[in-house]
């Protein structure tokens, strides 16, 4: 029954709070009140006392006033008989547990103790962003804090297939009896030693080790939390909006594998506080009346082969498994997924071999939907190690299918592929490299499940456009050349045809509201030199989106009179953006930084600002944690920029934007782009010359400094200076 | 002479209904017996006094008289009846409520006085409700302002009395359309005693619709205010860990009892009591100490406050007398028998009247004012400790029956009860009742009354629903009894409650059972269903919620009042015995059906507890059906 639940976490809780204080009373001895404290690379403090208290801890002193706090919320054991309500109780003991937790892992960095070896330990803001978005467009249902280890191996793999199948981030967390999970998964081969060196690694594949103790379920929760604050657009202190958030729109939940103790119990109720439920295969008492999570609180699931399904029902997590007829499982968890030469049965393309994948439309007549046919030697033909030729030709018909949605589609090729568990798929067109992994060969993967996923997730994602699909394979030399001379002429013309869009030889633009969930009064304008700012999405897969679904996010939008072609400012833009932000945004220039930019969601792959004492801009991105000329970090920078505000001097933008004509071409265009981090440099060099090349600055790039030449702005003034930077000598921004 | 569990359920009640046989002292049961055969025209409410051309009195035969001198029918005479009880039990609760503001301006303009504000969350939550400017200013300059305000709802004249504004939107505007929103408290209780002087209204309908409006401003208005200023004054409960029944008596202490049905001398009594000045003086009379007992609805006030034990309910206040333990019994208002005056003396209890409006002849009376509240409490804890060595130890015989309970469960503590600091809400609760875990939500409240054994219909009822897995509130003396029977504890969940119950109990440590309070605190409940409404996903009226009320020992005109404004807020109620109307066909259809049409509830008048409770189970599944729920969970588990 539930009372010896109440009990046991309470009577953890209390240990907890005392193995917290005792920490803290050692720490402050021995480094006094004003030792900081903090975790790395978060603006949020400690994430769960900033949420729940509003509390900014940056001293051991500051830390003790939580920790006081946290002590207030403890209450006593049920009594044998006679008992009060005890549910109460729990749940504040769980958040008395948690903001113990919490103190010791950051007295643990303090001390240089955390992250564990081999363990993630605190998750940064930038991962929170980075996977915020694949939150909201649902690549990723849910997270699923594992605590403990599975009776055997075989269980172990079993149960992450599981959840890898549906997309599910995993946390690897505890232990049972000395056991953990992530050992258990090393040992089953599911996870490599990469995991070890680089913990971070996991973020690919969805399983993140993120400590060997109970303790450490607070890295997985404080990182929950934050997304109230990211995401959710609630302020630090308001206890409710962020417990409300987490509710409702993070669906995690515990798992707990061998012996529930006293600690897990306890950190199981600050969990459930939070709206997570716990699912466990021991015989634990349950808690089935629902209200404080969503559904229930605590399972018992006893059937291995059920666990995760229950899981998900418990918490109800929405997720869509595609079943596709292939031997290994299909999911977005898979896309990461590197396969290395060691791994690796069989390679096509890059440099070992021809590889095409050429989509096209055709009547509908001529396709027998869902035909796969394979020519050619099958892969248990080629050596080990070796490689094989590939051909994909995809060839669809749909009521609404158009041809310029082709290139669209034909993209999809990378993430219908990519998502199968052991294959590894880059580049596109004719330039495409795939590999298949030992195992899924080993598991039957030939030929003809290319063509499975392909049809599968074309009528899956895209069914309002694609009424019928089918593929022909090849592993013949000679066939696959034939299909590139066939699709040459083709890749050609749709260089050309969307090379040579510009915004003016459009009348329509798209919009995207997907992050209006988070940012409610964000609005992004899609125009053909201006892609979305997450990157995501361009002019044509606005439209496309438009046409899959007319009452979706992505509407077009009328350009109407043109106010100023400088600025990129038209009238029925500015109306559209006025009604879709909720009346908060009155004008919108589409190409300037500083009069009326476009308001940022939160999902920016980069961010633009001005630096007035150089008299231009600079752009970091979002992978890049260093430090700006701006002196402060991306993850800074963003906390600012974000939530559908508009922040003249600021703005989010898609990294390929940097190589348009249109790039901020109010305020000066590529010109004024003083400082770049050098990773976007190397990704856009080439571009970056063409731009180069077209406004007869064929330094331009060069002059351009990154991180190694300055990182401050004195630094940056004499890199440019010495450079002959055009910025120095163009108008004032001010 | 009839057994005496014929007279109570209860083991404790038996042993002195037996010790007074055998010492041939008559208790109210005998003065009952005594009175059989009990007047037909009074039972059938058609009887009538109310000018000097009668008495008059109507043939329930049809053969006599069918109307007054003045002509007024059976229909006009049952009304008028009727809704003069629901004014003098709203008169009761309401005069209760200006008493308790009184001593909030007393705590408000003396901060060195007897009374502290105990919950400022709650004056402030008040202060926003009476449209009070909180900013910058002193708790007691609030709190003044605050009682001022409350003391002009009693004297309002025109508008509607404020806390009616808490009830949801549509019931607000029921009542506005059929014109039976109170204006203010006292002057709809002055208008049915116009309405019903002779010669006024002659319409039944018109008499009871008053009746209703009379009886709304008791519930969400007296009744409300009395609960909501008690828990400033004295703290809003929380559960809390008690003891009932005569055997929380003690043999070497100063027993003291305090009975009736405020809390303002009372809560004084228990500091006075505690304190080291009476402490000593127990001592030097060789007391062990002090031993405050509570009685009927004073006493639930103490225990869902203070913790302390409640000695028992209305028919005990005889019994515990017979104890020959109790050396003082401090009595305020409300339901105090007059037998009392006669009987204490014999066992050595030193009776003390408190009220001025409540003295008894030969009985001392020590007045109680608020300005001077632990003077006069100390005065009569003093008086308690030397009548201790009057006690004569030979006729001292406690009932060996003590049971443990849980109570002080209020509107507002289910919040944090289903979710702690962090999640207070009351969606646990919603969704067990969508979810098919619970059925409904059970009111049963009201009185004790020899007509039925003591406790008999309380807690077999509360059985019956609790099994069918309803969550019953109790309050008053039906509390006390349920407590004495062990539902108050958490444990008789896993014994009597359904299985969907049960689980709900299990996951929260709460008993089937909660006390909610003494008999004002019915607003308590009131107040829960508004909550339940707002947590959303039941409906938009109390009416759509599968709830009913019901008062199985009622005997009270308190009794009649609530009935009215909880049937008035749309709530199904049952009464045990019926309401003294049964003269009319009219005026009893009306009750019993009508009122359904005009506030979407009526009563019920069913005896037997078990059909009562059956009664109310099929109303809470027609509503279920309504609001389209889902079928209960562990169907059928609970129809066996």
Redesign the interface.
Known sequence: ???IV?TAAIRGSHDAVSRADARLKAALEEHGEDQQVAFPETAFYLPMACA?LGAEVETLGELREVLEYAQG?LVDE?SE????????????AG?ATLLSQETLKALDYLDGTAPQDGWHGFISDTVLRTLGIQLVDGRMPGFAAVVGAAPDLETAEYIIRELQKRSILTFLIGNHEGQTMRDQLLEAGVLTDAIVEDPASGWDIYIVPLGPDTDSIIYALNWAIRGALTFGGVQKGD??GC?DYTRAHIFAFGLGLGTIDDLKYASGAGAI?MGFPVIADTEIPE??????CTYE?LVRELDHDRIVQTCIDVRGVKVTVREVDVPVPVAAAFEGEVIRREDMQVEFGSKYSTAIEYLRMIDGDEIEDGKVEVSGPDLDTADEGGALPLGLLIEVAGRKMQKDFEPILERQTHTAINHAMGLFHMGQRDMAWLRVSKDTFKAGWRLRHFGEVVIAHLKNEFGVIVDKAQVTVTSVDEEAKQLQELARPAYLERDERIAGMTDESVDLFYSCTLCQSYAPNHVCVISPERLGLCGAYNWLDGRAAYEMNPHGPNQPVEKGRCIDPVKGEWESVNQFVYDNSHRSVERVCLYSLMDAPMTSCGCFECIMAVLPEVNGFMIVNREYTGMTPLGLAFSTLAGSVGGGHVTPGFLGVGRRYVISPKFISADGGLPRLVWMTKDLKDDLLEGLGERAEKLEMPDLPGQIATEEDATTLDELLAFLEKGGHPALSMDPLF | MADASDRSVDKAAQEMIARAQDDDIGLAWDRYDAMQPQCGFGQLGICCRICHMGPCRIDPFGDGPQEGVCGATADVIAARNLVRMVAAGAAAHSDHGRDVTHALLQAAENPEGSYLIKDEAKLLWLAEEFDIPTDGRQTNEIAAELAHKALEEFGRQEGEVIPTHRAPQPRQELWRRHKIMPRGIDREIVQIMHQTHMGVDADYRNILMQGLRASLADGWGGSMLATDLQDVLFGSPEPIRSQTNLGVLKEDYVNIVVHGHEPALSEMLVEAARSQKMLAKAEQVDAKGINLAGMCCTGNELLMRQGIPSAGSFLMQELAVLTGAVDAMVVDVQCIMPALADLSPSFTTKLVTTSPKAKMPGVEHIEFSEDEAMVVAEQIVAAGIENFPNRRDSRVQIPDHVMDLIGGFSAEYVHTMLGGRFRPSYRPLNNAIIEGRIRGVAGVVGCENPQIPQGYGHVTMAEELIKNDVLVLVTGCSALADARAGLLQPDAALEMAGPGLREVCEAVGMPPVLHVGSCVDNSRILIACCNVLLEGGLGEDISDLPVAGAAPEWMSEKAISIGFYVVGSGIFTVFGTPHPVLGSENVTRFLCEDMEEIVGACFAFEPDPIKAAQLMIDRMNRKREALRLEPMMYAEAAST
């Open positions: 029954m539930s009372k109440a729940l919320l049920p008989a006679v008992w009060l309500p005890y549910l109460s109780g729990v749940l504040d958040i206890w409710k417990l506080t808690i089935r009346p629902t209200g404080v609180e």
